[in-house]
């Protein structure tokens, strides 16, 4: 009973350090997900073949990540990967898939920034590494 209890507070402790107005920010060694990608339209055939990718390449890695498929408009997305804190978002959006890139973006940070798809994963493997080395 004592580790339970021990954990828990371990959790709230962190919840209670790592938050702001849009909900929980975990850091990278306790988050139940290292990133969430969200392609902004699921029906989309490139969108949607791009995040599967993408899922596929980052588990294989080892980064736990979760994939937001749902029939959603992107906002709502957003809100709610914020609000659960993932520290990093993957969105797959129509304009910056014309340039074969996807933005990446901090849970800590407002801007997100364009990376070419065929290096996201690389940078995702790297941050997740850098966070979680003890």
């Known amino acids: 009973m004592y580790k339970r209890q021990s954990w828990f507070c371990s959790i709230a402790a962190a919840i209670e350090q790592n938050h702001d107005d849009a909900g929980i920010i975990w850091p990278m060694p306790l988050a139940p997900f290292h990133v969430v990608i969200v392609p902004v339209n699921v029906t989309d055939e ?12 980052l588990t294989a890695r080892g980064v736990e990540v979760l994939f937001d498929d749902r029939e959603e408009r ?4 957003f809100k709610d990967a914020d609000l659960i804190g993932t ?13 074969d890139a996807v933005e990446l973006k901090r849970r800590t940070e407002k801007a997100a920034t364009e990376v070419p798809i065929a290096d996201v994963v690389e940078q995702v493997v790297a941050i997740v590494k850098a966070e979680t080395a003890a």
Do not use: F, N
């Not at 520290?87 to 340039?99: F, M, V, Y």
């Open 74 to 77: 992107p906002g709502v997305k």
């Open 46 to 57: 490139r969108m949607r073949t791009t995040a599967e990718h993408l899922y596929a390449e």
């Open 87 to 99: 520290p990093l978002r993957i969105t797959i959006g129509p304009r910056a898939l014309e340039h």
